[in-house]
């Protein structure tokens, strides 16, 4: 029974660090990109000038 109680804490100190890193990753604006995904898709990559049929 003890080891159950040991895995329960250790499985929510690291859910904890976890939620943490992710709260925090919010507030320093890691998510913030708002303009590129959108514009990304809409413009194809230039070709590679490094053909092999010249």
Same mark, same amino acid.
């Given at each position: 029974?003890?080891? =159950?109680?040991? &895995? &329960?804490?250790? %499985?929510?100190?690291?859910?904890? =660090? /976890?939620?943490?890193?992710?709260?925090?990753?919010? @507030?320093?604006? *890691?998510?913030?990109?708002? /303009?590129? !995904?959108? *514009? @990304? =898709?809409?413009?194809?990559?230039? !070709? %590679? %000038?490094?053909?092999?049929? *010249?």
């Amino acid at each position: 029974m003890s080891a =159950i109680v040991i &895995l &329960l804490i250790a %499985s929510i100190s690291v859910a904890a =660090i /976890f939620l943490a890193a992710f709260i925090w990753s919010v @507030r320093t604006g *890691q998510y913030d990109d708002e /303009f590129s !995904p959108p *514009q @990304r =898709i809409l413009f194809d990559n230039k !070709p %590679s %000038s490094n053909n092999s049929n *010249q």
